[in-house]
């Protein structure tokens, strides 16, 4: 079956600055790919999604990007804020008529310091 | 996206006993997914359960220790049979939206002492 390896497992950033979470899969067939915050106490929140038909996808201070060829996908945060706080899973899915059932990376706990 | 109401949001519950935690959708899904998010840990697909036929169960999840009942296309239940300390999670239900993302509920913390 799919599996997901997700690093660093924490990250620590000043105000400010960028943050990148990198994650690979094993299953070729995987073709989505979304990414969730998770606050303490919170359940998971979808904050950006990619398809394996597109490289990148932008909204705003978030970005994810997509090489199907080496079979990795990354997080990018610009600009962060203590509000980013939280711990960012990557997740991996094959689909068929539907995107089906999601495999998860480890999880990244990343901390932005004022 | 899909608003989810799960329930009970948490429970303290003694070794031996069991649990039914149960998902509402405010619309039609296909397919919903419950989920196992062990302390500090990432989640762990326990099965997928689709109306109208048995539930499917991942690597490491049985039937018997987690039954599944999928009634309608709106309500889903998960039981954690025969609890011990090991079964302290969080369990999650999540359903696939219109758009092709996921959506979680709220989870159900429990704690078996």
């Known amino acids: 079956g799919e599996n997901v390896e997700q690093h660093p497992s924490t990250l620590s950033v000043q105000e400010g600055d960028s943050a990148v979470i990198k994650c690979t899969y094993s299953d070729s067939a995987s073709n989505y790919f979304p990414w969730y915050k998770q606050e303490l106490g919170k359940r998971p929140q979808l904050i950006i999604d990619i398809r394996s038909n597109v490289g990148e996808k932008k909204d705003q201070r978030i970005a994810v990007t997509l090489n199907k060829t080496a079979k990795h996908f990354s997080l990018h945060i610009t600009e962060t804020q203590p509000e980013d706080s939280a711990v960012y899973f990557c997740a991996a899915s094959v689909g068929g008529t539907s995107y089906g059932k999601l495999t998860f990376g480890q999880g990244t706990i990343l901390t932005v310091h004022p | 996206s899909a608003v989810i109401s799960q329930k009970p949001s948490r429970d303290i519950c003694q070794r031996g006993t069991s649990l039914t935690i149960q998902c509402q959708v405010d619309?039609?899904?296909?397919?919903m997914f419950w989920y196992r998010q062990q302390p500090g840990q990432s989640l762990t697909l326990i099965a997928t359960?689709?109306?109208?036929?048995?539930?499917?169960?991942e690597s490491g999840f049985v039937i018997d220790k987690f039954p599944i009942s999928r009634p309608n296309l709106t309500f889903s239940t998960l039981t954690v049979s025969n609890m011990s300390p090991e079964d302290s999670s969080i369990y999650l239900c999540s359903v696939e939206d219109s758009g092709g993302g996921y959506t979680f509920g709220s989870g159900t913390r429990l704690t078996v002492v």
């Open positions: 619309s039609q899904v296909t397919m």
């Open positions: 359960a689709n109306q109208g036929s048995e539930a499917t169960y």
